[in-house]
């Protein structure tokens, strides 16, 4: 008989799983605090569980890591793990330390299906879902391996954004418990407000969110007219525009704060021209009129091979965030963290680097961790 992965579950079904063998729903809380605030995964080592029970769980039920395939340490405190999920698919999270807070960026899915044309991820195709225990894999390992390195008690990552490969939102089954042990006060304690889901935009479910569990909310745009957008992100012909900032402008009552983020990665020439930027300042000041409020975070593209793509020129992103601050929309542009590690990536295996797009996914990353700061004011550039 196989066992349970108790990675899988939320509290609720863990509840559900304990009545199953009897026991009370206290308990459950307690083995889930064992595993997600603890980082236990001997049942033996539960000490305040029934003895009884200690001894039943391991022939039933396991705690199962996701073997680790390798680790970069960034001078700057970055840590990137790249994770083996199984048959030659590998994802990869990365921990972005900064002074207020610790980021974790994770994977929903091994590949993705959406096929961005600037995204290396989505050149190499959906492989499959990760499940919840996988997911939460990746955050029960990077906490618990940060806090035991700095001799810590207290919570390392404060912050969780599901920016890692995959379309989260395409992987909503598993996303929300996932996200619930989260935010759970008996698993990671995470405010709503701390934990990001990015969608290049699936509308249905990001209705959906809003209802089962309605944390920020980061959308990827990178165009301000549908033409453009259908060339870019290939959801757009099935959820253009108008849909999507309908769906938006929906979410933000439900939303943690009172804004959106739009996420907006910067082609050479493709979308980072002045008259794009005038088409969003349009399409902005509009959703501004009924109500809906968003900050900008412009990503320069990180080129990869056969992507026929060329990442803006300084100047141009330079431009572009002017513009947009002038219209008064809070606008940040990327800071570069963790050149170092990126270097390294070229020591990974040929097949699994391209597979998991590390640096691709690093340079997207950096863009969107960073405080919504004011960029003119900002020596920040690219
Ligand atoms: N699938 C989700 C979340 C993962 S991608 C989404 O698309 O939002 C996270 C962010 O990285 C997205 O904003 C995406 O547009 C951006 N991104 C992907 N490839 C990139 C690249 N090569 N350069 C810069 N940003 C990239
Ligand atoms: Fe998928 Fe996001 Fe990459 Fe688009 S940008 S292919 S949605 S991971």
């Known amino acids: 008989m196989s066992l349970v992965n108790l990675l899988n579950f939320d509290l609720a079904e863990l509840t559900a799983f304990c009545a199953q063998l009897g026991e009370k729903p206290f308990r459950a809380t307690q083995l889930f605090r064992w595993i997600h605030q603890r980082g236990v995964s001997q049942f033996a080592e539960m000490t305040d569980l029934a003895k009884s029970l200690r001894e039943r769980l391991p022939q039933l039920a396991t705690i199962q890591p996701l073997p680790v395939l390798s680790r970069h340490n960034s001078a700057d405190g970055t840590v990137k793990w790249l994770f083996d999920v199984g048959e030659g698919n590998a994802v990869e999270t990365v921990f972005i330390p900064e002074t207020d807070r610790g980021t974790l960026c994770i994977s929903s899915q091994a590949g993705c299906a959406v096929g961005c044309r600037f995204c290396s991820t989505g050149h190499q195709g959906f492989s499959r879902n990760l499940t919840t225990g996988e997911i939460l894999a990746q955050l029960w390992y990077a906490e618990h391996t940060l806090r035991r390195e700095r001799g810590q008690t207290d919570r390392v990552i404060t912050n969780v954004v ?194 998991t797009s590390v640096d691709a996914r690093m340079q997207a990353l950096r863009g969107v961790v960073e405080q919504p700061i004011q960029w003119s004011n900002k020596e920040e550039r690219t």
């Open 162 to 355: 599901m920016m890692g490969m995959g379309e989260p939102l395409q992987n909503y089954g598993a996303l929300i418990p996932a996200l619930k042990v989260m935010l759970s006060d008996h698993g990671y304690g995470l405010s709503r407000r701390r934990v990001t889901v990015s969608t290049s935009g699936v509308v249905p479910m990001i209705e959906r969110l809003a209802q089962d569990c309605p944390v920020a909310l980061a959308v990827s745009l990178h165009a301000p007219t549908d033409a453009l957008r259908d060339s870019l992100v290939p959801l757009n012909k099935k959820y253009p525009l108008a849909e999507l900032l309908a769906v938006c402008r929906n979410y933000l009552p439900h939303a943690p704060r009172d804004f959106l983020t739009f996420e907006y990665c910067m082609l050479d020439r493709v979308n980072d021209q002045p008259a794009h930027a005038s088409a969003l300042i349009a399409m902005l000041q509009e959703q501004r009129a009924l109500g809906f409020d968003c900050k900008l975070n412009l990503i320069p593209f990180n080129p990869f091979s056969d992507s026929g793509l060329r990442c803006s020129a300084p100047t141009a992103v330079e431009r572009f965030a002017s513009q947009l601050v002038r219209a008064g929309f809070v606008t940040t542009v990327r800071k570069t963290r963790g050149d170092d590690i990126d270097a390294a990536c070229g020591q990974l295996a040929g097949d699994v680097r391209d597979r």
